[in-house]
C-alpha cells in the first residue's frame, strides 16, 4: 500500500468515527509509527529522484528528455529491475510505458497485484542512444541509485528482467536462458531472473517458462495466483 493510500483509508476512518459521533481519537503509537514509516521511505525516494534528475556522472544524461527513477509502493513485495528507459519511458520519465510495459503490466495482474502495489525502476536511469544495451561502465555508475532505492524499499523478492539487469544487478555473466528460474540472492534479497517481456513479445515460446518463474516467486511469498478471468 502507497503511503497516499494509506492517508486516503485514515481520512476515511475518521470520518466514519465523525459520524458515529465520536469526537477524540487515540490512534495507537504503531498505526502512527506505520504511517511515518512510509511518508519517510516516499520523501526519501524522492530526494533520490531530484538526485537522479540532476545527475551529469555519464554522458547519457546529454541526451535524455527525462530521467527514469522508477516508481511504485514504497513497501512492495516484489521489485522489477529491467535494464534502462526506452523511447517511451524517456519521454514520459515513468519505468516500462511502452508495448514491453503494457505486457509487464499483464504479468504482474496475473500475479494478484497492481502496478501500484509494486515497484519498477531500470538499471540504468537514462535511455541509451537507440536503445542499444547499457555499457559496463555506465551501468556501474548508475548501480548505486538503484542500490539505495532497494536499501529504502526492501523488497521481500527482486525479479530481474532480461540478461543485461542479472548482470547489472548480480555481475551474472550466465545466459538468460540458462540463468531464469534459479534463486539467486542480491544482498539478502531474493531475487528471480527471468526474460524480458520485450523478449516476450518476440518470442510467444517463452512466455510459459517466464510465467513459471512468476509462480515460483508467488510460492516464496507464500500467495497462489488469483483465478483468471
Keep these: 500500500m502507497s503511503f497516499d493510500e494509506i492517508v486516503e483509508d485514515v481520512q476515511r476512518y475518521v470520518e466514519y468515527l465523525r459520524d458515529e459521533g465520536v469526537t477524540r481519537l487515540n490512534m495507537s503509537r504503531q498505526v502512527l509509527e506505520h504511517v511515518e514509516n512510509e511518508q519517510d521511505i516516499a520523501l526519501e525516494l524522492r530526494a533520490i529522484a531530484a538526485t537522479i534528475a540532476n545527475c551529469r556522472k555519464c554522458p547519457l544524461h546529454e541526451k535524455r528528455t527525462k530521467t527514469v527513477p522508477g516508481q511504485g509502493c514504497v513497501k512492495p513485495d516484489i521489485l522489477f529491475v529491467g535494464e534502462a528507459p526506452g523511447a517511451d519511458e524517456d519521454q514520459q520519465g515513468v519505468a516500462f510505458v511502452g508495448a514491453a510495459g503494457q505486457l509487464l503490466t499483464r504479468m504482474i495482474e496475473a500475479m494478484g497485484y497492481t502496478r501500484e502495489q509494486v515497484f519498477i525502476g531500470n538499471i540504468l536511469k537514462c535511455r541509451p542512444p537507440g536503445n542499444r544495451t547499457p555499457l559496463p561502465d555506465e551501468m556501474e555508475t548508475c548501480l548505486p541509485y538503484l542500490k539505495a532505492q532497494i536499501a529504502l524499499l526492501k ?54 517458462p517466464a510465467w513459471i518463474d512468476l509462480q515460483e516467486v508467488l510460492k516464496r511469498l507464500g500467495k497462489t495466483p488469483p483465478p483468471r478471468k
Design 155 to 208: 523488497p521481500k523478492v527482486i525479479i530481474t528482467l532480461g540478461a543485461v539487469a542479472a548482470r547489472g544487478l548480480l555481475n551474472a555473466q550466465t545466459g538468460i536462458t540458462r540463468l531464469r528460474g534459479r534463486w539467486m540472492a542480491f544482498e539478502g534479497i531474493d531475487v528471480m531472473p527471468t526474460f524480458h517481456p520485450a523478449y516476450l513479445l518476440r518470442n510467444e515460446s517463452a512466455k510459459r
